[in-house]
Nanobody, 119 residues
Framework: QVQLVESGGGSVQPGGSLRLSCTASISDSSIRSMGWYRRTPWNQRELVALLTIGGDTDYAESVKDRFVISGDSAKGTVHLQMDNLKPEDTAVYYC?????????????WGQGTQVTVSS
C-alpha cells in the first residue's frame, strides 16, 4: 500500500506564502506523476498543480504565476510553493501519486492538509 505524508499547511494572511511537501513510501519507475489537488467549497476536487516523471508541469489557471510545483516524482517527493495567497485558495490540499503497473493506472491520496487564507 502506498502512503503519502503531507506537511506544510497552515493559516496565513492574504499575500502570504506557504510551502507544502509530500513524500511517498515508494520511489520507483512505476510512478507517472505526483501533484496537488484541493477540495473546493462546493465539494469538488480540482487539480492545482501536477509534475510528471518527465518533468512536465501543469497548473490550474487560477494559480499560474503564484504557485510553483517542484520535486522528483520518480523519487516520490513533491513540493508546492504557494505565494501571493488569496482567500479563495482556502481549501484542503491533497497530495496525489499516479502509478502505472502493466496496463493499469492507480491513484493514491494523502490525508489532506488545511490551507486557510484570511485576514
Amino acid at each position: 500500500q502506498v502512503q503519502l505524508v503531507e506537511s506544510g499547511g497552515g493559516s496565513v494572511q492574504p499575500g502570504g506564502s506557504l510551502r507544502l511537501s509530500c513524500t511517498a513510501s515508494i520511489s520507483d519507475s512505476s510512478i507517472r506523476s505526483m501533484g496537488w489537488y484541493r477540495r473546493t467549497p462546493w465539494n469538488q476536487r480540482e487539480l492545482v498543480a501536477l509534475l510528471t516523471i518527465g518533468g512536465d508541469t501543469d497548473y490550474a489557471e487560477s494559480v499560474k504565476d503564484r504557485f510553483v510545483i517542484s520535486g522528483d516524482s520518480a523519487k516520490g517527493t513533491v513540493h508546492l510553493q504557494m505565494d501571493n495567497l488569496k482567500p479563495e485558495d482556502t481549501a484542503v490540499y491533497y497530495c496525489n501519486l499516479n502509478r502505472r503497473i502493466l496496463t493499469h493506472n492507480y491513484d493514491y491520496w494523502g490525508q489532506g492538509t488545511q490551507v486557510t487564507v484570511s485576514s
